[in-house]
């Protein structure tokens, strides 16, 4: 009994990647995110297709277009076409 | 010496603890609270720009404060971390007001785009409104952009002041653990002087303080005691009556156990000291009520308080661990004279350190010279590895032979280590490093060992059905329809939550006095409740622990609908118990499964990333748990179609019996025979079940009968329907059939077909039935053949003779007979033996 709870309790925790930020680029190109986390800015290149998870605690990222958001760090970017999106 | 101060205040690390634990209880609720700012923050259009600007100079000032304060000199540990937590709040503020933006963001973005860009050389000239908004929008943008790379510019400079306060610190408890002083400045007759000239101001301020509180406050000083006495009063009192019987210990008992040791002990130090607590923390807040205190007769009467709680609680602690009057009541089997000996080193050690605690505040408040801090330190210090030496080098068990035999190696080579390291490090002048050491050793030393006896308690409580002879069990079993098992398992859960509860308030409590700021340990608990990231993988306590209780509260509303919808809503609307009971099943594995998904949601764990786990073990599942899954979906349709409900007499295969319970693997079936078998679902479905009882309980029965050849078919036959019909189970319609169904080899056969209203008491409708055929054809003359298969001699009992004389004479005879056969034997055997020589070699 107390082995199972475990068991499930280590499966959830595991499989439980809830506060991340992803980025995901639905483009052919490499798209660039600059992104500030912690004191630091480094920039994320994203191949075609690639996906990221980045930002646990909040940060700013600047988009393809020069737009500077903030992430709370739970959001998607979903980038198509050249054009970023938040969701 | 700031920092002596920051390290030395307990009162303060009881403050911040208690500001620990409403932060921690804070934390739980923060995630939700977080997104609800940003939502509020997010629809506030007009004048957007302006507002967020304003918010982030004003943050920015803050900072800019807060950089000039870390700047400052001899600015100390605690205050350090105060301000970086309020930088990480301000760091957080910052980014929510460039969160604000988003929405406005969008909006801009979508409308640019529907816009489309500004027409290229040579293509025709757009209206000029459309050139116009294009224009402002994207000005708008940039000045948007603009606000946000403040807020950006601000969040890194925030996290370099944080990685500066950081550096900061380790820098500080360096210096604090290795910095020397001269001894010789110190310790000259000139500290003498300096502390009597302290002596001399501090009695000045006590003094003038008295008078004119006496003068001015008398009544309210007297109130104020009177009301923190009563208070006091009215703890003790009311402890002692409902704890009276854990709280003494009873010099009577020769053989008190373990758990009633522990908690006399437990009891017997907490309430004292909380009446003790209580006195004082109501008599210095009463004293602040009425404004009787002045200027830092407060700081003074504070440390005062502290210094008096700690030593009592040190006392009464050791004093109920060791009990020196009440040998058998001890918690460590030391003897009497150790124990009293330690009884009085320990109290010893903690009034020197607290009273040294106590000095600092006053040489704090009177800006005392430093040679006076380092002189009553060094003192203090000295006195601690002293009395730590003093305690190794007791001898506090006796042998079997008498002799006095002394710690164990490692309890007692630790202690004199620590004493003389102590010791030296304040003869080389190393007093903070001297002063850090004793003081880590007597506080968590007394935490460290309450934790162990807490821990000792527990494990005492675990044990099997020590918790049904708590009082709390006691109670419990008196007043409640627990049984003893129950109580055991309740028992082991007490203990774990004892456990958790030691872990929970120590930790954090012994990390404190190990010099991590309350700071620190609300950052760890923050991090550890919002989630700790091990590669891509967040690990979030609170999302856990909120996933499993939304479970347990679906699970439990699951449980009451069912209840609800099964007992008055079905009960009342005369539903048919088989659809009853289909429907309550469903009702539940659906409300579990609806619970079991909420939970996983709300613990914040991504559904997708099940969905891989389970494809991956789709495959493992489609092979080795073929068997499950077919009866798991067997049982869904015996519920959906229902062939049979609980209570029918049912026939699958050689099982016969009535159904007692359809679960979603296997259904129970209990035979007449009271055989209980489990039979898996998918058996039920894909072969032929025989239902008696399926829409009603109607049922035939037939009793063959066989007359010999030459009697009288029609009056057997008329015989035969009489008995069917006077039967009063037979029902009259359809009417009960009497076939002459064959002419068989030694008989006429006949068949007695009768129906009944319930089949369940077909084997007494059958009883009957035959008993009456018996004594009919009897009464009539009318034959029932039977072949004789085998001849079988009917075994017959010997009868009892009736001549008990002669037996007896004749049992008297063979007995005496018996008796002189042996005695013959035995003389021969004698006889022989002496007879015969002994063998030559």
Same mark, same amino acid.
């Given at each position: 009994?107390?082995?199972?709870?475990?068991?499930?309790?280590?499966?959830?925790?595991?499989?439980?990647?809830?506060?991340?930020?992803?980025?995901?680029?639905?483009?052919?190109?490499?798209?660039?995110?600059?992104?500030?986390?912690?004191?630091?800015?480094t920039?994320?290149?994203?191949?075609?297709?690639e996906?990221?998870?980045?930002?646990?605690?909040g940060?700013?990222?600047?988009?393809?277009?020069?737009?500077?958001?903030?992430?709370?760090?739970?959001?998607?970017?979903?980038?198509?076409?050249?054009?970023?999106?938040?969701? | 010496?700031?920092?002596?101060?920051?390290?030395?205040?307990?009162?303060?690390?009881?403050?911040?603890?208690?500001?620990?634990?409403?932060?921690?209880?804070?934390?739980?609720?923060?995630?939700?609270?977080?997104?609800?700012?940003?939502?509020?923050?997010?629809?506030?259009?007009?004048?957007?720009?302006?507002?967020?600007?304003?918010?982030?100079?004003?943050?920015?000032t803050?900072?800019?404060?807060?950089?000039?304060?870390?700047?400052?000199?001899?600015?100390?540990?605690g205050?350090?971390?105060?301000?970086?937590?309020?930088?990480?709040?301000?760091?957080?503020?910052?980014l929510?007001?460039?969160?604000?933006?988003?929405?406005?963001?969008?909006?801009?973005?979508?409308?640019?785009?529907?816009l489309?860009?500004?027409?290229?050389?040579?293509?025709?000239?757009?209206?000029?409104?459309?050139?116009?908004?294009r224009?402002?929008?994207?000005?708008?943008?940039?000045?948007?952009?603009?606000?946000?790379?403040q807020?950006?510019?601000?969040?890194?400079?925030?996290?370099?002041l944080?990685?500066?306060?950081?550096?900061?610190r380790?820098?500080?408890?360096?210096?604090?653990?290795?910095?020397r002083?001269?001894?010789?400045?110190?310790?000259?007759?000139?500290v003498?002087?300096?502390?009597?000239?302290?002596?001399?101001?501090?009695?000045?301020?006590?003094s003038?303080?008295l008078?004119?509180?006496?003068?001015?406050?008398?009544?309210?000083?007297?109130?104020?005691?009177?009301?923190?006495?009563?208070?006091?009063?009215?703890?003790l009192?009311?402890?002692?009556?409902?704890?009276?019987?854990?709280?003494?210990?009873?010099?009577?008992?020769?053989?008190?156990?373990?758990?009633?040791?522990?908690?006399?002990?437990?009891?017997?130090?907490?309430?004292?000291?909380?009446?003790v607590?209580?006195?004082?923390?109501?008599?210095?807040?009463?004293?602040?009520?009425?404004?009787?205190?002045?200027?830092?007769?407060g700081?003074?009467?504070n440390?005062?308080?502290?210094?008096?709680?700690?030593?009592?609680?040190?006392?009464?602690?050791?004093?109920?661990?060791?009990?020196?009057?009440?040998?058998?009541?001890?918690?460590?089997p030391?003897?009497?004279?150790?124990?009293?000996w330690?009884?009085?080193?320990?109290?010893?050690?903690?009034?020197?350190?607290?009273?040294?605690?106590?000095?600092?505040?006053?040489?704090?408040?009177?800006?005392?010279?430093?040679?006076?801090?380092?002189?009553?330190s060094?003192?203090?210090?000295?006195?601690?590895?002293?009395?730590?030496?003093?305690?190794?080098?007791?001898?506090?068990?006796?042998?079997?032979?008498?002799s006095w035999?002394?710690?164990?190696?490692?309890?007692?080579?630790t202690?004199?280590?620590?004493?003389?390291?102590t010791?030296?490090?304040?003869?080389?002048?190393?007093?903070?490093?001297a002063?850090?050491?004793?003081?880590?050793?007597?506080?968590?030393?007394?935490a *460290?060992?309450?934790? +162990?006896? @807490?821990?000792?308690s #527990?494990?005492?409580? =675990?044990?099997?059905? $020590?918790?049904?002879?708590? !009082?709390?069990?006691?109670?419990?079993?008196?007043?409640?329809?627990?049984?003893?098992?129950?109580?055991?398992?309740?028992?082991?859960?007490?203990?774990?939550?004892?456990?958790?509860?030691?872990?929970?308030?120590?930790?954090?409590?012994?990390?404190?006095?190990?010099?991590?700021?309350?700071?620190?340990?609300?950052?760890?608990?923050?991090?550890?409740?919002?989630?700790?990231?091990?590669?891509?993988?967040?690990?979030?306590?609170?999302?856990?622990?909120?996933?499993?209780?939304?479970?347990?509260?679906?699970?439990?509303?699951?449980?009451?609908?069912?209840?609800?919808?099964?007992?008055?809503?079905?009960a009342?609307?005369?539903?048919?118990?088989?659809?009853r009971?289909s429907?309550? *099943?469903?009702v539940? +594995?659906? @409300?579990?499964?609806? #619970?079991?998904?909420? =939970?996983?949601?709300? $613990?914040?764990?991504?559904? !997708?990333?099940?969905?891989?786990?389970?494809?991956?073990?789709s495959l493992?599942?489609?092979?080795?748990?073929?068997?499950?899954?077919?009866?798991?979906?067997?049982?869904?349709?015996?519920?959906?179609?229902?062939?049979?409900?609980?209570?029918?007499?049912?026939?699958?295969?050689?099982?016969?019996?009535?159904?007692?319970?359809?679960?979603?693997?296997?259904?129970?079936?209990?035979?007449?025979?009271?055989?209980?078998?489990?039979?898996?679902?998918?058996?039920?479905?894909?072969?032929?079940?025989?239902?008696?009882?399926?829409?009603?309980?109607?049922?035939?029965?037939?009793?063959?009968?066989?007359?010999?050849?030459?009697?009288?078919v029609?009056?057997?036959?008329?015989v035969?329907?009489?008995?069917?019909?006077?039967?009063?189970?037979?029902?009259?319609?359809?009417?009960?059939?009497?076939?002459?169904?064959?002419?068989?080899?030694?008989?006429?056969?006949?068949?007695?077909?009768?129906?009944?209203?319930?089949?369940?008491?077909?084997?007494?409708?059958?009883?009957?039935?035959?008993?009456a055929?018996l004594?009919?054809?009897?009464?009539?003359?009318?034959?029932?053949?039977?072949?004789?298969?085998?001849?079988?001699?009917?075994?017959?009992?010997?009868?009892?003779?009736?001549?008990?004389?002669?037996?007896?004479?004749?049992f008297?005879?063979?007995?005496?007979?018996?008796?002189?056969?042996?005695?013959?034997?035995?003389?021969?055997?004698?006889?022989?033996?002496?007879?015969?020589?002994?063998?030559?070699?």
């Amino acid at each position: 009994m107390w082995k199972s709870l475990v068991a499930a309790v280590a499966l959830l925790a595991v499989s439980g990647s809830a506060h991340a930020a992803s980025a995901v680029n639905k483009d052919a190109q490499t798209r660039t995110l600059v992104v500030t986390e912690g004191g630091s800015k480094t920039e994320l290149a994203l191949a075609g297709g690639e996906t990221v998870e980045f930002c646990q605690n909040g940060c700013f990222v600047t988009l393809p277009n020069g737009d500077l958001e903030a992430l709370t760090g739970s959001e998607t970017i979903e980038i198509s076409g050249g054009v970023a999106r938040i969701k | 010496m700031n920092a002596f101060a920051a390290r030395e205040s307990p009162i303060h690390m009881f403050f911040r603890l208690l500001r620990l634990i409403l932060v921690l209880a804070l934390v739980v609720s923060a995630p939700l609270s977080f997104e609800a700012v940003a939502q509020g923050v997010g629809q506030a259009p007009a004048g957007l720009v302006a507002d967020q600007q304003k918010i982030i100079q004003g943050l920015t000032t803050k900072t800019d404060n807060f950089e000039k304060q870390i700047q400052q000199d001899g600015v100390d540990d605690g205050s350090l971390v105060d301000i970086r937590l309020q930088l990480e709040e301000l760091s957080r503020q910052s980014l929510n007001s460039a969160l604000a933006f988003r929405t406005r963001l969008g909006e801009i973005n979508s409308r640019l785009e529907q816009l489309g860009p500004p027409p290229a050389a040579g293509q025709p000239a757009e209206p000029d409104i459309v050139s116009a908004e294009r224009e402002g929008l994207t000005s708008e943008k940039a000045e948007i952009n603009a606000v946000i790379a403040q807020a950006q510019t601000l969040s890194i400079r925030i996290s370099g002041l944080i990685d500066q306060i950081g550096n900061m610190r380790s820098a500080l408890f360096r210096n604090l653990l290795t910095k020397r002083y001269v001894l010789s400045d110190a310790l000259s007759p000139q500290v003498f002087s300096d502390a009597r000239d302290e002596f001399d101001n501090f009695y000045k301020a006590v003094s003038s303080w008295l008078s004119f509180a006496i003068k001015f406050k008398f009544q309210a000083i007297l109130a104020a005691t009177f009301v923190a006495l009563g208070l006091a009063l009215v703890l003790l009192v009311g402890g002692r009556r409902l704890f009276g019987r854990v709280f003494e210990a009873d010099s009577t008992n020769e053989d008190p156990s373990y758990l009633s040791r522990l908690s006399v002990a437990f009891w017997s130090t907490l309430l004292p000291t909380l009446a003790v607590a209580a006195f004082l923390g109501s008599t210095i807040f009463f004293f602040n009520y009425y404004n009787v205190l002045r200027g830092d007769i407060g700081l003074f009467l504070n440390a005062l308080a502290t210094v008096i709680g700690v030593v009592f609680c040190v006392n009464r602690l050791t004093n109920a661990a060791l009990e020196p009057r009440l040998p058998n009541w001890r918690l460590i089997p030391v003897e009497t004279g150790p124990a009293r000996w330690l009884v009085r080193l320990t109290t010893a050690m903690a009034v020197v350190i607290s009273f040294n605690t106590f000095l600092s505040v006053v040489n704090d408040k009177m800006g005392s010279p430093l040679s006076l801090t380092i002189a009553r330190s060094f003192v203090a210090t000295i006195i601690v590895g002293v009395i730590l030496i003093l305690m190794a080098m007791l001898r506090p068990f006796k042998a079997r032979d008498g002799s006095w035999r002394p710690w164990p190696a490692w309890l007692r080579y630790t202690s004199l280590g620590l004493g003389l390291f102590t010791i030296i490090a304040a003869l080389l002048g190393y007093i903070g490093l001297a002063l850090f050491v004793s003081l880590q050793v007597v506080v968590t030393g007394t935490a *460290l060992i309450t934790a +162990y006896i @807490g821990f000792l308690s #527990a494990q005492a409580i =675990g044990e099997e059905s $020590a918790f049904a002879n708590t !009082s709390v069990g006691r109670w419990l079993s008196a007043n409640s329809s627990y049984e003893d098992t129950a109580l055991d398992q309740l028992g082991l859960v007490v203990s774990i939550a004892i456990n958790v509860m030691i872990v929970l308030v120590f930790l954090p409590l012994i990390l404190l006095m190990w010099g991590f700021q309350p700071g620190d340990i609300e950052a760890w608990a923050y991090k550890l409740a919002t989630g700790i990231n091990i590669g891509s993988v967040t690990i979030s306590v609170t999302g856990i622990l909120s996933g499993i209780v939304v479970f347990v509260i679906g699970y439990f509303l699951t449980r009451w609908f069912q209840g609800w919808l099964d007992g008055s809503v079905m009960a009342r609307g005369k539903v048919d118990t088989g659809v009853r009971n289909s429907i309550r *099943l469903a009702v539940g +594995y659906a @409300g579990v499964a609806l #619970a079991a998904l909420v =939970g996983i949601s709300a $613990a914040g764990i991504d559904l !997708s990333s099940l969905a891989l786990v389970a494809g991956a073990l789709s495959l493992g599942i489609g092979f080795g748990l073929q068997n499950v899954v077919s009866n798991f979906v067997s049982g869904l349709i015996l519920l959906a179609e229902r062939p049979f409900k609980v209570g029918d007499w049912i026939v699958a295969g050689d099982v016969s019996g009535t159904v007692k319970k359809i679960s979603v693997r296997a259904t129970e079936i209990e035979t007449f025979q009271r055989q209980s078998v489990i039979l898996p679902n998918s058996n039920l479905i894909n072969n032929a079940v025989g239902n008696w009882t399926h829409r009603n309980k109607l049922g035939r029965i037939d009793i063959k009968v066989g007359v010999a050849y030459g009697s009288d078919v029609k009056q057997v036959h008329a015989v035969l329907l009489d008995i069917a019909r006077s039967h009063p189970l037979v029902l009259k319609n359809p009417e009960p059939f009497v076939l002459f169904s064959n002419f068989g080899a030694a008989a006429l056969e006949f068949e007695i077909r009768v129906f009944l209203a319930d089949v369940m008491n077909g084997n007494v409708v059958q009883n009957d039935v035959r008993f009456a055929v018996l004594e009919r054809f009897d009464d009539q003359h009318i034959e029932i053949p039977s072949t004789p298969r085998a001849v079988v001699e009917a075994r017959t009992h010997v009868a009892w003779p009736t001549d008990d004389d002669k037996i007896e004479a004749d049992f008297a005879e063979q007995a005496e007979a018996k008796a002189q056969a042996e005695a013959e034997a035995k003389r021969q055997a004698k006889s022989g033996r002496k007879t015969r020589k002994p063998d030559p070699d």
